[in-house]
């Protein structure tokens, strides 16, 4: 009878499914997004026929205009839920998140206006905690997930 009992048939939203990724570069800097006053993750929703993985590349891509080709995905992270409004109506998005690696430059970004980024920011590790403040809750667990299991880790 519990097994009934989940976070989609509790609150009985509409769902939406999303992917994304932490993107970091050769220097080890992530890759930050500033949208609606907040420091986010580049993601976006499923396109029809999409999966996670095509979904996380093509919309770091679009959000931060980073050259898809350089774009690689190294593994999967954590997925986040939360809810959303669009429009009128409430949703329940479930996030599925990547680790991705970026062979390029720093400078090599260009946010997406239309969607409301207006700045997209490498940032060194050790500056992180100046960016906290300001990190939605989930993606400061994706980016706590990462530091805490595997950005240590030995690199292939």
């Known amino acids: 009878m519990d097994e009934d009992i989940t976070l ?4 009985n939203l509409p769902r939406v499914r999303s992917a994304g990724g932490l993107v970091y570069n050769d220097n080890y800097h992530i890759l930050l997004i500033f949208k609606r006053g907040k420091w986010d993750l580049p993601k976006g929703r499923f396109e029809m026929g999409s999966d ?5 590349l093509r919309e770091i891509s679009e959000e931060t205009g980073l050259d898809k080709n350089k774009l690689t995905i190294q593994g999967k992270l954590v997925s ?7 429009e009128k109506t409430k949703y329940l998005k479930k996030t599925h998140w990547y680790l991705v690696h970026y062979h390029g430059e720093d400078s090599d970004v260009a946010p997406q206006f239309r969607e ?5 920011r490498w940032v060194h590790l050790p500056d992180l905690d100046k960016y906290r403040s300001l990190l939605l809750p989930r993606i400061e667990y994706v980016i706590d997930f990462w530091l805490q299991n ?6 292939f």
């Open 116 to 120: 409301g980024i207006i700045e997209c």
């Open 52 to 56: 996670p993985l095509e979904t996380a």
């Open 8 to 11: 989609a048939n509790t609150l």
């Open 80 to 86: 986040t839920w939360h809810t959303t409004r669009h």
């Open 150 to 155: 595997l950005a240590y880790a030995p690199r």
